[in-house]
């Protein structure tokens, strides 16, 4: 198997006579590296994050403020970005079942969108930012208790390596 970046072709002078070419193109295999490196990083923080050993990120209630605590998180996530600048981040946002579906998709939204504002004073370019609110419509957990109503209010972070246009 052959690395990232690599590319082999073949050159036929004779129908018996064909040797392999092999192009690298070191930047290419760098980057991919890197937005690997990237995606093991975030999976990383999103493991503490469920361990207990980060914060989630959270909000008043009924509100689209961050928490304070929440500013240890954005502040790993605006890091990674700033030093994987050829990355997209998709945040989304979730909410628990109270309240009505209306009222959940805005306030997911806006939360999503507090958080991008926050990667963004911290050096986070704009456009290598979208986001998403999702409400009540994706739970991980029951809405029927406070753990589960708990869980299911958490914001998501993904890191894509394609353009915008090819994925929205």
Not at 23 to 41: F, G, L, M, V, Y
Request: aromatic share 6%; net charge neutral.
């Amino acid at each position: 198997m052959l690395p990232h970046g690599v590319l082999v072709s073949f050159l036929a002078a004779a129908p018996a006579l064909a040797a392999p070419l092999i192009k690298w193109n070191p930047d290419e295999a760098q980057r991919e590296a890197s937005e690997e490196e990237a995606q093991e990083e975030l999976a990383d923080i999103q493991a503490r994050i469920d361990r207990g050993d980060l914060p989630r990120i959270q909000f008043d209630l009924d509100s689209f403020k961050l928490r304070e605590e929440a500013y240890e998180v954005i502040d790993l996530i605006a890091d990674l970005m700033t030093r994987n600048p050829r990355l997209k981040l998709r945040i989304t946002a979730h909410t628990c079942a109270l309240a009505t579906r209306d009222y959940n998709m805005k306030l997911s939204r806006n939360r999503a969108k507090s958080v991008k504002e926050a990667l963004v004073k911290r050096g986070v370019p704009p456009p290598s930012i979208r986001f998403t609110g999702r409400g009540p419509d994706d739970p991980i957990a029951t809405n029927r208790t406070e753990e589960g109503r708990e869980r299911n209010r958490r914001v998501e972070f993904h890191l894509l390596k394609r353009d915008w246009s090819s994925i929205f």
